[in-house]
């Protein structure tokens, strides 16, 4: 079979791909945003040493990274009409799967971050009149975001790979949009080929700049 290509044109990508693409993108940056505070404060939670804090946070983190996301997504999309009697639509529901199921592994991030602050910073804190809450705010948080930054992206990164997945309850994200011109055009083979060489390319990209920012991290400590 002979591959052809010259049907990908701005045209199509405008019509079929942008729309996709603009979606994938606002779900990796919401699921990002929301994911870290919410991980954040699921680190905290097991870190504070209250039982009736850890026990909860550590259940919701180990469960949902036991947890295939793409079950993840099918159950959120096909349960909770159910029991709410509403659908969410495709996009929200994948907007809100995403943020709670990568504030599981965020939170494993910022844990492993604010450990790694030396216990001494917490101590000063204290030794100037600082609250806990102060401490954590001001001290050890701001550390622990540095330190842990490359990691973060990294994470994100594999985030924005994972976005494909909502093709499993239909909503239209890059790999859709290139899904459906294959199907306008019958060319499928061509069009999934450009669309793993896109998310290829967006993802080597972001790993090259990650790979730079933790060398300049690692030359400030």
């Known amino acids: 079979m002979d591959l052809d290509f010259s049907f990908l044109n701005w045209g199509v990508v405008s019509s079929?791909?942008?729309?996709?693409?603009?979606?994938?993108?606002?779900?990796?940056?919401?699921?990002?945003?929301?994911?870290?505070?919410?991980?954040?404060?699921?680190?905290?939670?097991?870190?504070?040493?209250?039982?009736?804090?850890?026990?909860?946070?550590?259940?919701?983190?180990?469960?949902?990274?036991?947890?295939?996301?793409?079950?993840?997504?099918?159950?959120?999309?096909?349960?909770?009409?159910?029991?709410?009697?509403?659908?969410?639509?495709?996009?929200?529901?994948?907007?809100?799967?995403?943020?709670?199921?990568?504030?599981?592994?965020?939170?494993?991030?910022?844990r492993a971050g604010i450990q790694s602050v030396p216990k001494g910073q917490v101590y000063a804190g204290y030794a100037v009149g600082m609250t806990y809450r102060q401490t954590m705010q001001l001290v050890v948080l701001p550390q622990a975001f540095r330190n842990m930054l490359p990691v973060l992206l990294t994470q994100t990164i594999i985030l924005f790979q994972d976005t494909s997945l909502v093709y499993a309850i239909g909503a239209y994200d890059l790999l859709k949009g290139f899904e459906v011109a294959g199907k306008n055009f019958n060319r499928p083979v061509e069009t999934y080929l450009v669309a793993a060489v896109i998310y290829f390319v967006i993802c080597f990209g972001l790993s090259m700049t990650v790979r730079r920012l933790q060398a300049k991290i690692q030359i400030i400590r």
């Open 16 to 110: 079929f791909v942008a729309k996709g693409f603009f979606f994938s993108l606002q779900l990796t940056l919401i699921a990002m945003i929301g994911g870290i505070v919410l991980g954040t404060l699921l680190a905290l939670m097991r870190l504070s040493g209250k039982p009736w804090l850890e026990m909860p946070a550590a259940a919701y983190v180990n469960t949902l990274r036991s947890i295939p996301l793409v079950m993840v997504i099918l159950w959120f999309f096909l349960l909770i009409p159910l029991l709410t009697g509403k659908p969410l639509g495709a996009e929200l529901s994948a907007i809100i799967t995403f943020t709670l199921f990568e504030a599981a592994y965020y939170s494993e991030i910022m």
